[in-house]
């Protein structure tokens, strides 16, 4: 089967670089499914789990934005934020999720830029979430 070395990169640091059999993402047109020989694009990318297929079994890592950039034999991901299922404090992203949904709840008292940010702060907090969980899973 043949693989291609898949990069996900933030502002801090190297998250992930490996071979891996394929990457299913979330995009601005929705998921995207990539395999090796995909066609060249780059998008950007929704706040959402990111799936990797490789010898280590299945990966889930939380992609908080950003872009991807497909080549040949060559993904990248440029992320605002990424964090591996490891990385990841369940309590802390409860905590972060019910705090986006009073702020939300409460949007008569608030402006557009607030709203949005909970709105943001909201789908980070479940993306988290749902990667976490899914550390048994390989």
Not at 32 to 40: E, K, M, N, R
Request: glycine share 6%.
């Amino acid at each position: 089967m043949n693989t291609f070395l898949l990069e996900i990169v933030t502002p801090d640091h190297l998250v992930y670089a490996k071979q891996v059999y394929s990457l299913t993402v979330r995009g601005a047109e929705g998921d995207l499914g990539i395999l090796p020989g995909h066609v060249p694009l780059v998008t950007p990318l929704q706040v959402a789990p990111m799936t990797i297929k490789s010898d280590a079994g299945v990966t889930t890592v939380a992609v908080h934005g950003g872009f991807i950039e497909v080549h040949k034999d060559k993904v990248t991901v440029l992320a605002e934020s990424a964090e591996l299922p490891s990385d990841i404090d369940l309590e802390r992203a409860e905590a972060a999720k019910e705090r986006a949904q009073r702020r939300l709840q409460s949007r008569g008292k608030q402006d557009e830029i607030d709203h949005r940010r909970a709105e943001l702060a909201l789908q980070r907090a479940v993306t988290r979430i749902k990667v976490s969980t899914r550390k048994g899973q390989k």
